[in-house]
Structures are given as structure tokens and as C-alpha cells.
């Protein structure tokens, strides 16, 4: 199938998986965003991101903005659809322990209602882009009657949302295989999304939504073990007085364990590590396993001991300087990598939550924050001026190292052992 024609494409979410597709779709394609934010609408409509991750805002200073269009009307948004991709939270919610999909669930109940007030307008294809516990569009299917509904998993870096949408690392799309309108549907987002990549030759696979649901928190679960695995290592490296870098760098010349994602930092996080082993582990309830319930288990594990770590180190400088008494622990940045301005359930965060409860003065120094983004802090100051931070704290934490931090090495405290992300 070659596709010639524009589409008109609708968002729904404006978030970092809905903005990148927007961007990346309206090179070829009339694209419209729905989202609930006015002030987020109001923002993308005057071509200003509401991101301050780079490359979205790189892409928003371009004339490719001049595009796109937000809007928070729903009827508006759903007019003249020929595809519509959803992209809202689906957090996790502990008291049920699954996924909340009330956001996901309403949009489709609004598109279909809109559907049959609308009868002369054929239906659009709807690709589901959030994460979804597996079975979710099957089920919404059979709920619904809606038949044009597809599942297509993101996998996005954070800090790298756009540049992952224009090169990304493998297109998928969940729908019934058996359903030849179906398979013909999934062919055709196939090749939307294709048309609008930077290189077109990334593998792709059309695979049943379940399958594809389980791609998806199976990926994201690999790579929590993954960076579980190392901080571990890493945990037992310096209770041990071991080199932790030259057992990493000796492991990845082994081709089956390889020389990538092994930087020891202070746990995984970020919107979707924590909470898509969560969700994959609750698909586990009546099947036997152990490896799930500990990839959960050790990132709290680890942030635990990279606290206790930091108090160790903190109250050693503590009896050196010269006023113990004015003593603070300063925290570098709250982001989990380097270049992104996600904040969401970061490992860094989590560590200073736990030393807040030990009695010392925090200062966090966070660039970002305040300027609309927003923090879980309680007790601690924000420093917005780091060579007061550098000054005025015995200990600096941070979690990822930046060549800013060089001239207080000898107080510092960082797992990062690569100096990469
Ligand atoms: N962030 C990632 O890297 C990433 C990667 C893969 C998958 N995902 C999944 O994609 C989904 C979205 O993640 P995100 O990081 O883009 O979230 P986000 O919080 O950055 O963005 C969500 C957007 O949806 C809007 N919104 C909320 N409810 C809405 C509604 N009912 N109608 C319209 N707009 C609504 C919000 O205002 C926000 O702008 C989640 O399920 C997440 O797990 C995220």
C-alpha cells in the first residue's frame, strides 16, 4: 500500500508521546491536538512548546509549527479525522494495582458517540499510543463494537521523545489478525507513520493488540531488570571496595551482554519504568514468578541504599568541616538524564525523600523548576543560583554527572560511572 494523499491526523493528548507524533506527523499530514490543558492549546497554537524537552522545542522555532493546531473542543478536534491517536495518562493506581485507563476509555466512548451523531462521516481509524494493561483493546473492542480500534506501543527515550518519533527503533501495530479490515487498517497507520520517519528502513511488525500490549510492558520490564541489574552490581561494588566500572567494562565485552544501558545510577524511573513493571507484575497474580516481583522490589532496594550511602558520606564531611552545625546536603538537578525536563517519579527524588526525614538542611538545585514544572519536595529549598548550592552545601548529590560538578569533586556524591546516559 502507497499512501499519496495528506490525512487529517487527530491527537488526543499533548503530552511528550502526542506532541512528538504531532510533530513528526505533520510533515506530511494535517494534524490537530485535543487536549484538556488550555494553557497547553493556548501555547501551541501561538508555536511555543510546552515542553522544554530540546528537540520539541527546536521543532516548535521552525515553520513546521505554523502547522499545527490545538484545540480543547472535542468536536472540533474529531471533524474530518481519518485517524485519531490517543495519547492520555494512564497512571497507575495502586489501590486497584492495574492500570487507571478512565482517560483512554472515555476518549474512545466520546469518539464513538460522536461517531453516530456524525453517520455521513466515515469512521476513523482510532490507534490507541498509550500504554495499556494487555487485553485492554480487545476488551474496549467487544465493550464497544468499535472495530476500527488499534493498539501501536511507543517507545520513546526520555529526553529524546521527537528524535525516537523520527527515527524510531521499530513500528508496531496491534490489531485482530484475523480481521482483514483490521490487518488493512493497521497497513495503512503502518505507512503513515512510515512516510513521516527520517529513515523509512526500521523494522515493523503487525502483530495481535494483546501481543502488542505485551511487547510493550515486557520491553519496558527488560530494561528495569536491566538497570536493576547493574545498580545492584554496582550496590555490592561499593559496600565491597570493588571497581565497578572494570567488572561493567569486562562483562560488556561479552557480544551476549553488550556495552550499552549498564551506567549505575540511583534507580530506574521516570512516567513509565515504575509504573509498567507494576502493571506487567499484576498480570502475574495466578502464574508462578519471581523475577517480577523482584525487578519491583529493587529499585526501593537501591534508592534505600544510595540514601543510606549519601548520609554515610555526609556525616563523615559533616565532623571535617568547619561549622558542623551549618552543614547541608545540596541535590543537583531532579531529572533523571541528562537534556530532559521530566521530573516524573525521578530516582533522584525518591533519594531525597528519604534523606529529608533524617534531620538536615536540603537545598535543590533545579533550573527548571518553577517555571511551570512542578516538584514533590517537602522540607527542602529550591537554590536557583548553583555556585551558591556549590558553596553553601558539604555534600552535592547528583545523580548524573555534568562537567559543571568538576570543581566540587571532592564533595561529591554520584553513582554515575560512564558519565552517559
Ligand atoms: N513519556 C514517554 O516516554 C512514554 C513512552 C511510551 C508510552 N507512554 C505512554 O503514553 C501515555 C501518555 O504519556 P505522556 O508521557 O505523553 O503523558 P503526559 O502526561 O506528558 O501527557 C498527557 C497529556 O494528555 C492530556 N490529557 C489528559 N487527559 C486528557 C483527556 N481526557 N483528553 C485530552 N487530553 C488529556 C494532558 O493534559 C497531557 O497534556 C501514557 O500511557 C504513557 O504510559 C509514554
Redesign the pocket.
Same mark, same amino acid.
Given at each position: 500500500m502507497t499512501l499519496k494523499e495528506e490525512l487529517n491526523i487527530t491527537i488526543?493528548?499533548?503530552?511528550?508521546?502526542?506532541l512528538s507524533l504531532a510533530c513528526m506527523l505533520s510533515s506530511n499530514n494535517a494534524v490537530k491536538v +485535543?487536549?484538556?490543558?488550555a494553557a497547553?492549546v493556548d501555547m501551541i497554537n501561538r508555536h511555543i512548546s510546552p515542553l522544554a524537552e530540546k528537540g520539541i522545542r527546536d521543532w516548535f522555532r521552525t515553520d513546521a509549527a505554523l502547522r499545527l493546531l490545538a484545540t480543547t473542543d472535542q468536536d472540533e478536534a474529531f471533524a474530518d479525522a481519518d485517524i485519531v491517536f490517543i495519547?492520555?495518562?494512564?497512571d497507575f493506581d495502586e489501590s486497584r494495582s492495574a492500570f487507571d485507563t478512565t482517560?483512554v476509555e472515555?476518549?474512545i466512548e466520546n469518539l464513538i458517540e460522536y461517531n453516530d451523531r456524525m453517520p455521513e462521516k466515515p469512521d476513523p481509524i482510532i490507534v490507541i499510543?498509550?500504554?495499556i494493561p494487555i487485553g485492554f483493546t480487545a476488551g474496549m473492542r467487544s465493550k464497544t463494537g468499535c472495530r476500527r480500534l488499534l493498539f501501536a506501543p511507543?517507545? +520513546?527515550r526520555?529526553g529524546k521523545?521527537l528524535e525516537d518519533s523520527l527515527s524510531p527503533s521499530r513500528i508496531i501495530i496491534g490489531a485482530d489478525k484475523d480481521d482483514p479490515d483490521q490487518m488493512q487498517d493497521a497497513q495503512k497507520v503502518l505507512q503513515v507513520i512510515k512516510r513521516c520517519c527520517v529513515s523509512s528502513d526500521c523494522p515493523t511488525l503487525i502483530v495481535n493488540s494483546s501481543d502488542a500490549e505485551a511487547i510493550k510492558l515486557f520491553s519496558n520490564t527488560y530494561l528495569a531488570l536491566r538497570v536493576a541489574f547493574f545498580n545492584e552490581l554496582d550496590s555490592l561494588a561499593e559496600s565491597a571496595g570493588l571497581n565497578a566500572r572494570d567488572i561493567i567494562d569486562g562483562m560488556g565485552t561479552d557480544p551476549r551482554i553488550g556495552y550499552y544501558y549498564n551506567n549505575p545510577s540511583f534507580g530506574y524511573g521516570g512516567?513509565?519504568l515504575p509504573k509498567d513493571t507494576r502493571q506487567l507484575h499484576s498480570h502475574y497474580a495466578d502464574v508462578p514468578e519471581k523475577l517480577f516481583t523482584a525487578v519491583v522490589e529493587s529499585n526501593d532496594t537501591r534508592l534505600d541504599f544510595i540514601a543510606d550511602q549519601i548520609l554515610r558520606k555526609a556525616e563523615q564531611l559533616r565532623e571535617q568541616s568547619a561549622a558542623p552545625e551549618e552543614f547541608r546536603i545540596g541535590i543537583y538537578r531532579l531529572n533523571m538524564k541528562s537534556g530532559s525536563d521530566n521530573f516524573r517519579q525521578s530516582a533522584t527524588t525518591e533519594v531525597v525523600k528519604r534523606l529529608a526525614c533524617k534531620g538536615y538542611t536540603i537545598e535543590v538545585y533545579e533550573p527548571l523548576l518553577g517555571d511551570g514544572f512542578e516538584g514533590d519536595l517537602p522540607g527542602c529549598t529550591i537554590q536557583k543560583d548553583l555556585d551558591q548550592l556549590k558553596s553553601s552545601c558539604g555534600i552535592i548529590v547528583a545523580n548524573r554527572f555534568e562537567p559543571c560538578l568538576e570543581d566540587v569533586k571532592d564533595k561529591l556524591y554520584t553513582r554515575d560511572l560512564f558519565h552517559n546516559n
Open positions: 488526543i493528548g499533548g503530552g511528550y508521546v502526542g +485535543l487536549d484538556i490543558d497547553k495519547a492520555v495518562p494512564t482517560h472515555k476518549t499510543k498509550s500504554t511507543e517507545f +520513546l526520555e521523545a512516567y513509565c
